[in-house]
Nanobody
Framework: QVHVVESGGGSVRPGGPLRLSCTASGTIFNILTMGWYRRGPGERRTLVADITSGGHASYGESVLDRFTISRNNDNNTVYLQMNSLKPEDTAVYYC???????????????WGQGTQVTVSS
């Protein structure tokens, strides 16, 4: 069984920073991609950023040049540094980990419960 737990959400004023963390634990052989999605009020869940085990990162267009994703493979943790936050960044942020539980097994996506980020003056 795999558990994915996010932390670091909260409230911040426009222009401020916030850092999210997410750790996967449990029966894990390898994690391919880890990343962040978000769902704003009345919106669909969309990709924020993801990163491969080799460090290749991809970003949603709306967060380019403001958000940075990074990863520590030794402790199965992914981070999202969010700078210059805007009210439209307000959303529940979900962590995802693409996990192989044994050697040769097909990877399965595991999601966290989500953490609220609110950007407001």
């Amino acid at each position: 069984q795999v558990h994915v737990v996010e932390s670091g959400g909260g409230s911040v004023r426009p222009g401020g920073p916030l850092r999210l963390s997410c750790t996967a634990s449990g029966t894990i052989f390898n994690i391919l991609t880890m990343g962040w999605y978000r769902r704003g009020p009345g919106e669909r869940r969309t990709l924020v950023a993801d990163i491969t085990s080799g460090g290749h990162a991809s970003y949603g267009e709306s967060v380019l040049d403001r958000f940075t994703i990074s990863r520590n493979n030794d402790n199965n943790t992914v981070y999202l540094q969010m700078n210059s936050l805007k009210p439209e960044d307000t959303a529940v942020y979900y962590c995802i980990a693409d996990v192989q539980v044994t050697r040769g097994s097909a990877p399965v996506d595991y999601w966290g419960q989500g953490t609220q980020v609110t950007v407001s003056s």
